[in-house]
């Protein structure tokens, strides 16, 4: 099956540092991927869009400034938190849909990214 | 945006007996993809199940069945012969052709088995 990888699986930082997520996929071209954020006991939350080689698309509500999306390669999609403060800490999941091997009308989620900001 | 609902933020079922997981959606568009996750503790979201909009057959998969009504707009899944691993956060999507992929989810409901 499709497998989606996030690094780092937990990170812990200070106030006002900017902290870098990771979601790849490992063994197929992902066109699409998407970030969500997750509250506890909650649902996800979609955050931002973004198709390889173009400018993410953000939700309403979510700062684009803050939270900075890349998607430069088919297998790698990078959201960067910046100027992080203790209300962006909350868990982090990307998810990834291709072409190929895939029927594109799936999505094949990371395993998720606690950030914990003090 | 579509809306989808899940009514029951907690269930609970006896080892080996069915329970059933209601969803319902709202959307004017005939053609679609549901889906049924389950986010067990590890928070790695698994996909149980799926169902095109435009097949009237319901999906299976093993102990998983859905029950997909069109007409009522609902997508409710059914467990069969819980056991103790079922226990999780099951999440009902929608995922419409039209909108890139993307999936809109409903509340979740947490789903737990007893021994």
């Known amino acids: 099956g499709a497998v989606v990888s996030q690094h780092p699986s937990r990170v812990i930082c200070k106030s006002g540092t900017s902290v870098k997520i990771e979601c790849r996929s490992l063994?197929?071209?992902?066109?699409?991927m998407f970030w969500y954020r997750q509250f506890p006991k909650k649902s996800l939350m979609l955050m931002a869009t973004?198709?390889?080689?173009?400018?993410?698309?953000?939700e309403q509500g979510v700062e684009k400034d803050k939270f900075l999306i890349n998607h430069a390669s088919l297998t790698l999609s990078t959201l960067t938190v910046t100027s992080a403060h203790p209300e962006d800490s909350s868990f982090y999941i990307c998810?990834?849909?291709?072409?190929?091997?895939?029927?594109?009308?799936?999505?094949?989620f990371g395993p998720g990214t606690r950030l914990t900001v003090l | 945006a579509q809306t989808v609902t899940q009514s029951q933020p907690e269930m609970s079922v006896q080892e080996a007996e069915t329970v059933t997981l209601s969803c319902t959606y709202d959307?004017?568009?005939?053609?679609?993809?549901l889906f049924w996750y389950k986010q067990p503790p590890s928070r790695q979201m698994i996909l149980v199940i799926r169902?095109?909009?435009?097949?009237?057959q319901n999906a299976t998969e093993n102990r998983f069945s859905v029950n997909f009504q069109k007409a009522a707009k609902s997508f409710s899944l059914k467990i069969s012969d819980s056991q103790l691993g079922d226990a999780a956060m099951y999440f009902c999507?929608?995922?419409?052709?039209?909108?890139?992929?993307?999936?809109?989810f409903g509340t979740g409901t947490s789903l737990t088995v007893i021994p």
């Open positions: 998810s990834a849909s291709g072409w190929g091997m895939l029927r594109n009308n799936e999505q094949f």
């Open positions: 063994d197929f071209q992902a066109t699409t």
């Open positions: 973004s198709n390889e080689g173009s400018k993410a698309t953000y």
């Open positions: 959307t004017s568009e005939s053609d679609y993809y």
């Open positions: 169902q095109e909009a435009y097949k009237q």
């Open positions: 999507a929608y995922r419409s052709p039209n909108t890139g992929n993307q999936f809109y």
